[in-house]
């Protein structure tokens, strides 16, 4: 069982800036993709940053400039960090790390990210 876990959220003032984290110990040849979702009160969980398979860097454009996705491999474990940079109220949600590994897509269990002075 592929277990994602996530730290890093929290409660930061308006153009503060935070850094989340999602660690998997995962066969890292069968990763397809890796990213990140949100979702805010009352909306659907929204795709927002990733690695996809064989491409560079994907952002939409509410965070282009602003947020920042890195990865880091160490044998079999991968660790995706989102750096977070001047935030705004409306990017307070419930942060989501997402790996596709052969197909199949795991989640982590979310951690929330407040932005409010």
């Known amino acids: 069982q592929v277990q994602l876990v996530e730290s890093g959220g929290g409660l930061v003032q308006p153009g503060g800036s935070l850094r989340l984290s999602c660690a998997a110990s995962?066969?890292?040849?069968?990763?397809?993709?890796m990213g990140w979702y949100r979702q805010a009160p009352g909306k659907q969980r929204e795709f927002f940053a990733s690695f996809p398979t064989g491409g560079s860097t994907t952002y939409v454009d509410s965070v282009k400039c602003r947020f920042t996705i890195t990865r880091v491999f160490d044998k079999n474990t991968v660790t995706v960090y989102m750096q977070m940079n001047r935030l705004k109220p409306e990017d307070t949600a419930v942060y989501y790390c997402?790996?596709?590994?052969?197909?199949?897509?795991?989640w982590g269990k979310g951690t929330q990210v407040t932005v409010s002075s």
């Open positions: 997402n790996i596709v590994l052969a197909g199949v897509g795991y």
């Open positions: 995962v066969n890292i040849f069968s990763i397809n993709t």
